[in-house]
Structure formats: structure tokens, C-alpha cells
């Protein structure tokens, strides 16, 4: 069964698998202790971070291992921001962040700190220029991705950074997604990662500190990881982690180029192959591995359960395919489809065959779920219903067609209110226009979004008594 969710989590690499079995039987001591078994452990954890640095591009004495990749953003926002909490309050971050940077962020909030969200562009990156703009001599800590985990999109990191220095704030990378690939581009003050991202073991991060940036560890501490991860390390998994991110790199290249002519062809196919669907991203500033689309009228996690039941694993960033109600931040953020959203990214060794029957399976699959939720024929000529008295519209059909109409999908999941938004746009003439009102908070996304791929003009959001009204004038 083709698995193409690395984004999420990749496979274990075989190196990280020998590495992690042959540490068990040398790494289980305590690698503070004088006698032999601690100092063979203390060799092995040396080793690990050495090899780390290497790759991160930082000294082996500024680079910390956590229990996740999560453990090190929380550390490296909290200890960034206790250090310089003289110089200001304020954190900065893009809108398309990591959901641990603004968990943290909203921790910073709740203690009396502020926090400022720069607006990305449509294809999920942010304008260095804006993004500098946004830091203040408050400022004390600034937080930017270097490649984002929904869509791909590489970051201006360079650009940044040296924005950052000129304004005296230190910069936080987020390298989750990236790392295996490469370095960061120079310039950041701290960087965190997560070994499961490149093929490493679960349960292992990676927290880097300049020397020079001010740094202090919120809550307690011990003599461990210079302090700033507390507990007993899990040797056997950081041995393995740092083996598998040497092995990974020394990969990357020939790999990044196979796997970019791969998500090429899904980029190209799927927009051709599929009606009515949004590719999303950069389509040059990106990881070589990752696409993301989104399908109109399409119910996300009926779309990925389908796509399941013929082999292929992928995710989404649909509200109906996480644990909360509210659209994704980051196709928030993009101002992009959300239902119907599907992100493919390629595992290391993906077999090209696999992709092509991917190709082959998904326009059925989307096709089918669309005809279950009874999605009308696009193309319909203009004023025809379908059916007498469409699903939730008030009015009565008259030979002269209504200027207005109004569409309730109150209590209705989204995609139903674009559904029947679709099913009504032809019932009004040219200039008329379509009052949705809906109560699901992906509609504010996907209404906007349907009016920009079927050109009609999104008139905008007005105040009701549930929910919110949605207008739409008919253009073509």
C-alpha cells in the first residue's frame, strides 16, 4: 500500500533501524557516569551530536536533543523569550507556522506577553519586506518556518534574517520539514527540527542556540542537555536520529530530483485530469516531496477514507479531517480551498508506478464522492434548476428570472453550502446575486475561494442571526 504521508511522519530509514538496534546493546548506560558503560554512552551521545551540528551548521556545544520537535520549539520560543524579556514582550511569526509555535503563543499571550501574525501570500509565503515591517524595538524574538508542512512553499529565510539582524532580533527557524534535505539558510539564532520528519526515530528533536543569543530556561532545570532538556536521554533514539539524518543528506540530492519530477507530473495530471481543482503552493519554491490540492464540492474526509480503501495514504487539511471544526490555518492564512484538500508527500524510494496509479484512481474517486453529494453537472446552462424548487432556496421560479436569491445551508457542513451555492448561481441573471447563509466557519474560506476559480465576484460577508451571510453576484 503506497504510503504518501512523509510530511506527517517517514518511514524509518534502515540506517536509523541498525543504528537504534546496535545502540540498544552499548547506549543503555548513563552517559554522566565515570565507569566504562557511561563512557561508552557518553561517546555514543558525543558522536550523535557531532554529527548533528554538522548538518544544522552549528557547533556541537550549541545543540541540544528534546523528547520532539515540538518539546523544541516550546523550549527555544520560551527560553528566546525569558532571555530578552528587558528588551521587549512582543513575538513575531508568520501566519503559516507550525500549531506549536502558536500554542506557544498563546501561552506568551495569557503571561501579559504580545504576539503579531504576519499575512502570508497566496502561495503560502510571506514578503520578507512585510515581515520586516513587522519588527519593533518590543520585538524580542521572531519566528519563521523554513518550508511549510501543508503545502511546501520554502520560506525567504535569508532575506529575513537579515532583517532581523538589522533590527536586533534573533530568529527562530522552524526546520521540521526541511532538514533532511538540506541546511538552513544562514543568519537564524535558533533552530528546531524532529527526527521523525527525515526518517528518524519518534520521540527525538533538535534544539540549536547561537552563542551570543540570550537564552533562559523557563520552569526547572537540570545538569542535563546544558539544561535546557531536562531527563534521561534516550540515547538508542538519538543515536539513530543523527545516523539517519547523515545518511538522509548524503541522499538528498539525487533524491530531491527524482522525487521533484514525480510531484511535476501530480501537479500537472491532477490539475489536468481532475475538473474543478486548486493546486496550491509554490510551484518553484518548494520541497521536492510535497503537493497539495484542493477539490470543489468535495467532503475532505470522505475524499481521504476513499482514497484509503484504494490503497493510497495520504492527509488533508480539512476541518473535517481534524480534531477541530475551523478550517486549516495555514489554507486560512493562503486564502485557498479548504474542503476537498489532499496533500501528497513522497517518502524517500516512491516508485513512480505508484504515483501513476494514483493518477489513475483519484479523478473516479473525487467523481464519485461529488455524485453522492448530488454536486451538479458543471457547465449547466445558465437558469437551469435541475429539480423544481432547489434544496434550501427561498423563492418561487418565475419565467423572469429572481435578481436575488437566498441560499440556507444553515446547520450544513461545508462543502453542502458551496454545493448549493453551485446549484443556484445560474438561477439569477448576470449582475444578480446569492445569498448564502451558513453557520460553518469553512465557509468564510471556501465561499471566497469558489467565487475566485468560478470567476464570479465575491460581494462579501454580511452580519445574521445565525451564522453569517455570504453574498455573491453572479458575473458570467
Known amino acids: 500500500m503506497p504510503y504518501f504521508d512523509a510530511a506527517s511522519s517517514a518511514p524509518l530509514h534502515p540506517v536509523a533501524r541498525q543504528a537504534l538496534m546496535a545502540s540498544l546493546d552499548d547506549g543503555w548506560a548513563d552517559p554522566a557516569r565515570l565507569y566504562r558503560e557511561g563512557r561508552r554512552a557518553r561517546m555514543l551521545l558525543d558522536a550523535a551530536r557531532e554529527a548533528a551540528a554538522e548538518a544544522v551548521g552549528c557547533r556541537p556545544d550549541e545543540l541540544v536533543f528534546t523528547p520532539s520537535g515540538t518539546a523544541a520549539v516550546h523550549t527555544g520560543i520560551g527560553g528566546a523569550l525569558s532571555g530578552r524579556r528587558r528588551v521587549g514582550r ?106 521523525h520528519k527525515w526518517g528518524g526515530p519518534a520521540g527525538v528533536g533538535l534544539l540549536a542556540v547561537r552563542k551570543g543569543v540570550r537564552f533562559a530556561v523557563r520552569g526547572p532545570a537540570d545538569e542535563r ?28 540530492a539525487a533524491e530531491a530530483a527524482r522525487l521533484r519530477a514525480l ?59 481534524s480534531s477541530t471544526l475551523t478550517p486549516s490555518h495555514v489554507l486560512k492564512a493562503m486564502g485557498v480551498l479548504s474542503e476537498g484538500n489532499v496533500r501528497v508527500s513522497l517518502p524517500a524510494g516512491t516508485a513512480a508506478s505508484d504515483v501513476e496509479r494514483f493518477l489513475d484512481v483519484l479523478p473516479g474517486v473525487v467523481a464519485g464522492v461529488r455524485e453522492r453529494l448530488g454536486v451538479p453537472v458543471t457547465g449547466r446552462p445558465a437558469g437551469a434548476t435541475g429539480a423544481a424548487g432547489a434544496a434550501g432556496v427561498t423563492g418561487v421560479a418565475t419565467p423572469t428570472p429572481a435578481t436575488s436569491l437566498v441560499v440556507d445551508a444553515l446547520g450544513r457542513r461545508c462543502p453542502i453550502p458551496v454545493i448549493e451555492l453551485a446549484k443556484v448561481i445560474g438561477d439569477v441573471p448576470v449582475g444578480g446575486t446569492v445569498t448564502v447563509l451558513a453557520d460553518d466557519e469553512a465557509a468564510r474560506l471556501d465561499i471566497p475561494a469558489w467565487c475566485e476559480m468560478r470567476e464570479q465576484e465575491y460581494v462579501g460577508e454580511e452580519p445574521a442571526e445565525r451564522g453569517a451571510a455570504y453574498v455573491v453576484r453572479r458575473v458570467s
Open 90 to 195: 512582543r513575538l513575531v511569526a508568520s501566519a503559516v507556522e507550525h500549531s506549536s509555535v502558536f500554542h506557544a503563543a498563546a501561552s506568551h499571550e495569557a503571561a501579559g506577553g504580545s504576539f503579531t501574525e504576519v499575512p502570508v501570500e497566496r502561495t503560502g509565503s510571506v514578503d520578507s519586506a512585510v515581515f520586516g515591517a513587522s519588527l519593533g524595538e518590543d520585538t524580542a524574538l521572531a519566528c519563521l518556518q523554513s518550508a511549510n508542512h501543508e503545502v511546501g512553499t520554502e520560506q525567504p529565510v535569508a532575506a529575513v534574517a537579515a532583517l532581523c539582524r538589522e533590527a536586533g532580533v534573533p530568529l527562530l527557524v522552524d526546520a521540521a520539514q526541511s532538514l533532511g534535505w538540506g541546511p538552513v539558510a544562514d543568519g537564524w539564532s535558533l533552530l528546531t527540527a524532529s527526527a
Open 225 to 252: 542537555e546544558s539544561g535546557r532538556s531536562a531527563g534521561f536521554e534516550n540515547l538508542p533514539a538519538i543515536v539513530a536520529a543523527a545516523a539517519s539524518l547523515r545518511a538522509v543528506r548524503a541522499e538528498a
Open 263 to 321: 510531484v511535476d507530473r501530480v501537479r500537472a495530471q491532477v490539475a489536468a485530469r481532475v475538473p474543478d481543482v486548486e493546486v496550491v503552493g509554490d510551484p518553484e519554491r518548494r520541497l521536492p516531496h510535497v503537493v497539495t490540492f484542493s477539490c470543489l464540492y468535495v467532503d475532505g474526509e470522505t475524499l481521504l477514507h476513499e482514497l484509503d480503501r484504494n490503497g493510497f495514504s495520504v492527509s488533508s487539511g480539512s476541518s473535517c479531517t
